[in-house]
C-alpha cells in the first residue's frame, strides 16, 4: 500500500515538473528575439504608439543616456516623428547655445538646458581652410574692417606670428539658427574670406556641410523670417586685396538646402555725406540686424576706421521683396556697444536694446516704442562685470519668453542672467538666485509700470577659464 502510495506521490511531482518546464520553456520562448511578440516594441506590452508619446515626453536632456537602452530605442529619440509629435503635444524645450572663444583662437559651443541647469560641449567645428590663398595675399592691408573689430591689434598679432597659415584672432563667422539647427557662415580663412556653411544639428549631435553662400563674407549679419535665414552685408576681400564693406544680401530655405539672392541693402543717407571724397572714404555697413514684426530691421553706419558715424538704417520687407528707409528714431536711437555695433533681441513681440552706460559695471535695457518712434528705458541698471576688452563681453538672449542677459560675474564665471518681475503672492523660485549684491532695478519707461520691480536672477554659471564671449542662439526642440 504504501509503496503503491509513493509511486503515486512520485508521479504526481513528476507531472508537475513537467508542467512547470513545460511553462518555462513558453516563457523563454516568449523572450526569445525569435518569438514574434513584445520583443519587436519600444517598450514591451505597450503599442509603439503610446510608448513613443511616453518618450516625447521626457527632458530632452535624458535623449544622451536613453539612446543607449536599445537600437530601437536610439532609432525612435533620433527620428524626425518624436520631435514633431513633441511640437504636437506641446513639450519643446528651448536650449540656449553659447558661442565662445578660447585658448588659440579656439570657437567653442555650449549647450544650457535651463531646466536642469546643465551644460554640454558641443563637438568641435570643423577646420576650413581657403586651398586657393596665395601666399603673398597676406601681406596685404586692411582698407576697411567691420567696426567690432580691433584691426590695428589684428594687424599687429597677425605680423607677430611665424606660420602665416594659422587663421585670424577671430574668424568673423556669422551664426543663426533655423529648423533646429545651428548655422555657421562665412568668416576668414587665412586672409580670405570664405562662403562655407557649416550646420549643427542638435538630435544627431554632430556638424555636417550645407550648400555655400552666394557670396563670400565675413562679420554679416543674419535674421530669420518665415522660417528662413537670412544674410546681409558683411566684408569681403577687395580687388587690391583688401577687405571691403558689401551691401548684397541673400536668404536660405534649410528645407530644400539652397540660397536665393535678395535686393542689395541700399544706403539711404548717402545724401549725408557733402562730396564725393567722403562717399568713397566713409563705407556704409550694417552694424545690426533683428527680426521684427515680420520684417528685417538692419541699422548701419558710416565707418572707415576709427571713424564710426550711426546713420540710421533699412528695414527689408519679404512680402514686397524689397527695402524702405528705417524710422529715424527707431535708427538714430538704436543704442550702439563697442565701436558702433548694435545688441538687441526681440522677445514677445518686444524688441530690446542694451545701452551700456558710462561705468564699466552697468548698462541700461531700453526698448523700442513703435507708436512714439523711440526707445524708452525699461531696466535702469544691468550689472556687467566683465572688465576685459573683448569683442562680446556681454550677450542677449530671449528664452522662455524672458530676456536673458549673458556676460560674467566677479569669480569670471560665464553667468546667465534672468530679468524676473517678483510675484509678490510667490515665493522666490529655487531654481535660481538674485545677483549677489544687486538691488531691485525699476523700469523709468512712460509704457512700464514703475511699481513693478525687476530681478536679475542667475539662472546658470560655468567656469570656461579665459574664454571670450562670441554670439548666442536658442533652439527649440
Not at 118 to 147: C, D, G, H, I
Not at 309 to 317: N, P, T
Not at 357 to 371: F, L, M, P, T, W
Request: some cysteine.
Amino acid at each position: 500500500m504504501g509503496s503503491i502510495m509513493s509511486l503515486s506521490c512520485s508521479k504526481s511531482r513528476m507531472s508537475s515538473q513537467d508542467e512547470g518546464n513545460a511553462s518555462e520553456s513558453r516563457k523563454r520562448q516568449k523572450m526569445s528575439p525569435e518569438y514574434e511578440g513584445d520583443s519587436s516594441r519600444l517598450i514591451p506590452g505597450l503599442p509603439d504608439e503610446l510608448s513613443m508619446q511616453i518618450l516625447a515626453r521626457l527632458p530632452r536632456i535624458c535623449y544622451f543616456k536613453a539612446r543607449l537602452v536599445s537600437g530601437k530605442w536610439k532609432s525612435a529619440l533620433l527620428s524626425s516623428e518624436l520631435y514633431s509629435l513633441r511640437q504636437e503635444l506641446g513639450k519643446t524645450e528651448e536650449w540656449l547655445y553659447v558661442l565662445t572663444k578660447g585658448q588659440e583662437d579656439k570657437l567653442l559651443w555650449y549647450a544650457l538646458d535651463p531646466v536642469s541647469m546643465k551644460w554640454q560641449k558641443l563637438p568641435p567645428m570643423p577646420a576650413t581652410v581657403y586651398e586657393e590663398e596665395p601666399r603673398e595675399s597676406f601681406s596685404s592691408l586692411w582698407n576697411m574692417a567691420n567696426p567690432s573689430v580691433k584691426v590695428v591689434e589684428i594687424v599687429r598679432n597677425w605680423f607677430r606670428r611665424k606660420d602665416a597659415s594659422e587663421q585670424m584672432p577671430f574668424c568673423g563667422c556669422s551664426i543663426g539658427a533655423v529648423g533646429g539647427c545651428l548655422y555657421v557662415l562665412g568668416g576668414f580663412s587665412r586672409s580670405w574670406t570664405m562662403n562655407s556653411v557649416w550646420r549643427f544639428d542638435p538630435v544627431f549631435n554632430k556638424w555636417s556641410k550645407a550648400n555655400s553662400m552666394l557670396v563670400n563674407r565675413a562679420y554679416s549679419k543674419t535674421g530669420i523670417l518665415n522660417n528662413k535665414l537670412y544674410v546681409v552685408g558683411g566684408v569681403n576681400n577687395g580687388r587690391r586685396g583688401g577687405l571691403s564693406p558689401i551691401q548684397s544680401a541673400e536668404v536660405y530655405d534649410p528645407s530644400s538646402d539652397t540660397w536665393l539672392e535678395i535686393p542689395s541693402m541700399p544706403f539711404s543717407k548717402a545724401e549725408m555725406l557733402p562730396n564725393a571724397f567722403f562717399t568713397g572714404f566713409l563705407k556704409p555697413i550694417a552694424t545690426g540686424m533683428t527680426s521684427y514684426n515680420g520684417r528685417l530691421c538692419v541699422s548701419q553706419s558710416l565707418y572707415s576706421w576709427p571713424i564710426v558715424v550711426d546713420v540710421g538704417g533699412e528695414i527689408y520687407d519679404p512680402e514686397t521683396n524689397s527695402w524702405v528707409e528705417m524710422p529715424a528714431g527707431m535708427g538714430e536711437g538704436w543704442p550702439a556697444r563697442q565701436a558702433g555695433t548694435k545688441l538687441s533681441v526681440v522677445v514677445d513681440g518686444e524688441l530690446y536694446a542694451f545701452d551700456p552706460s558710462s561705468s564699466a559695471e552697468n548698462g541700461k535695457i531700453k526698448v523700442y516704442d513703435q507708436n512714439e518712434d523711440a526707445w524708452k528705458v525699461v531696466i535702469g541698471e544691468v550689472p556687467v562685470y566683465d572688465l576685459t576688452e573683448s569683442e562680446s563681453p556681454y550677450l542677449l538672449a530671449g528664452l522662455h519668453g524672458k530676456l536673458h542677459f549673458i556676460t560674467r560675474d566677479r569669480n569670471r564665471n560665464i553667468t546667465v542672467l534672468r530679468a524676473d518681475v517678483p510675484d509678490s503672492s510667490s515665493s522666490p523660485s529655487s531654481s535660481s538666485s538674485p545677483v549677489v549684491g544687486s538691488c531691485p532695478f525699476h523700469g523709468k519707461a512712460d509704457s512700464v509700470d514703475t511699481s513693478d520691480t525687476v530681478i536679475w536672477n542667475v539662472i546658470a554659471t560655468k567656469d570656461l577659464g579665459a574664454a571670450e564671449l562670441i554670439s548666442c542662439q536658442v533652439i527649440d526642440l
